[in-house]
């Protein structure tokens, strides 16, 4: 009896382990877009998205486009006073099966240092780096400077 309840508890575990994936396989990138700027002097923004459908937190630890030389995301916090600071977010997790959106008046993503204008129409090539150095990559659509979100 003993060797078979051995290989019966190997198999549960087996079983039971979720596979774990690689950051840039289990989180999906939803709804990514960008407006217009005016020049390269201010940075520019991004939203989008982030969905983990992992069965394992994820931690994301940069970003990556030609477009600008220091891309980063922000956080957005409003005080007692209602002064509303940004600051920049070194890593961010993503709980399994959560989602987090960048939007808005939230969370963002902060193109600083662009290397062109953002032109209405174009797009660009984003990647997302996280902890275990894999990536996602998308195409983030620039829309009108006005637009308040992906469908606008
Ligand atoms: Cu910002």
Redesign the pocket.
Known sequence: MRPLGIATLALTLLIAAPPVLAGGEQVVVEDPWSRASIGTSR?G?AYMTLRNTGAEPVVVTGLRTDLAMTPMI?A?TTDAQGVTR?SHMEEMEIAAGEAVALEPGGM?I?LMDLQRPMVEGESYTLSVIFADGTEASVEVPILGIAARGPSD
């Open positions: 940075p923004v922000h957005t940004m963002h902060m």
